[in-house]
């Protein structure tokens, strides 16, 4: 299998080249295996978190925090995501520690990736387009979960 080299506060490591999840997310997958229930069997929920990332890359262009092609392509990668494509990326435990930081990551690092291709980088190039600094600009997970879980419940409400 090859891989690609990224870097947390952990240090470097060994990320599936395949893979649109990153170093962070591998982390979590691996020291929060708790129920083997994965977030991509949730895809209400999925789409529901994109779409607070989506919004925040719209208002923070908006406000002149994000550059339009950087905003364009985390736009288009969360329109593909909410079209269905990925979801298998999503592997956190759906139960983990850090009050949803593992989730609020898995989903930053997978738009990220995405958005880096459509750029024309490679996954992992985060100077480009970066998990926390460009797709989570302006959030926190303790804002950015609690609003994707009212989105979802309001989706599963309506049907």
């Not at 995405?114 to 992992?124: M, V």
């Not at 797709?135 to 609690?146: C, E, I, L, M, R």
Request: proline residues 2%.
């Amino acid at each position: 299998m090859s891989t690609r080299k990224e870097h947390d506060l952990l240090g470097d490591r060994d990320v599936p080249a395949d893979a649109y999840y990153g170093v962070q997310t591998l982390r979590a997958f691996e020291n929060f295996n708790i129920t083997g229930v994965r977030l991509h069997q949730f895809d209400t929920f999925i789409n529901a978190f994109v779409q607070v990332k989506k919004a925040a890359a719209l208002a923070n262009h908006e406000v002149g925090a994000l550059d339009g092609k950087i905003k364009d392509a985390i736009v288009a990668a969360c329109d593909e995501i909410l079209d269905g494509k990925l979801h298998d990326q999503f592997i956190v435990d759906m139960i983990q520690g850090g009050a949803g930081t593992s989730t609020n990551m898995n989903v930053n690092e997978v738009i990220a990736n995405r958005a880096l291709e459509i750029l024309g980088h490679q996954k992992g190039e985060y100077q480009y387009c970066h998990p926390n600094n460009h797709v989570n600009h302006g959030q926190s997970t303790n804002d950015a979960y609690p609003t994707a879980l009212h989105v979802a419940l309001d989706a599963y409400i309506e049907r």
